[in-house]
Every structure is written in structure tokens, then in C-alpha cells.
């Protein structure tokens, strides 16, 4: 296996900003003005998940590297 070929789904960074932003949108829509505990909420539960994923990529990656002593 060659470090071109690996691949890392970006679909799943994009589905959890998708969903983010629709309920983003349906919060903000409530509110009017300012922000919420729930808005808070949201944009922590959002940020780990990304963070998570990207952490995971990245240990993938490094693995894989070790693992061809490069």
C-alpha cells in the first residue's frame, strides 16, 4: 500500500456540517437575536466530533507511515 493511496472519507466532515448548519438555522430562526445554551451546544458537540475525526485521520496516517518506516 502506497501513502497516495490512502484515502480518508471527507463525506463524513461534510454530512456533521450539514447537519450543523440545518440546525444552526432552525435554532437561530427560534432565537431571532443573541445566542443559546442549545446554540452552544451545538457548536461544541459539532467542533469534538471534527476534532475526533480528524485526530483518527491523522493516527491512520502516521500509522502507516511508521508501518512502511518512512
Known amino acids: 500500500m502506497s501513502i497516495a493511496s490512502a ?3 471527507t463525506y463524513l ?7 450543523f448548519n440545518r440546525q444552526k438555522a432552525k ?4 432565537l431571532k437575536t443573541g ?4 446554540l452552544q451546544k451545538l ?3 459539532r467542533n469534538f466530533k471534527v476534532d ?3 485526530h483518527k485521520a491523522s493516527r491512520y496516517l ?4 511508521i508501518e512502511l518506516n518512512i
Open 7 to 9: 484515502s480518508f472519507n
Open 13 to 19: 466532515l461534510k454530512s456533521i456540517n450539514h447537519f
Open 27 to 30: 435554532l437561530q430562526a427560534i
Open 35 to 38: 445566542t443559546s445554551k442549545q
Open 43 to 45: 457548536y461544541t458537540k
Open 52 to 54: 475526533d475525526y480528524l
Open 62 to 65: 502516521i500509522n502507516k507511515l
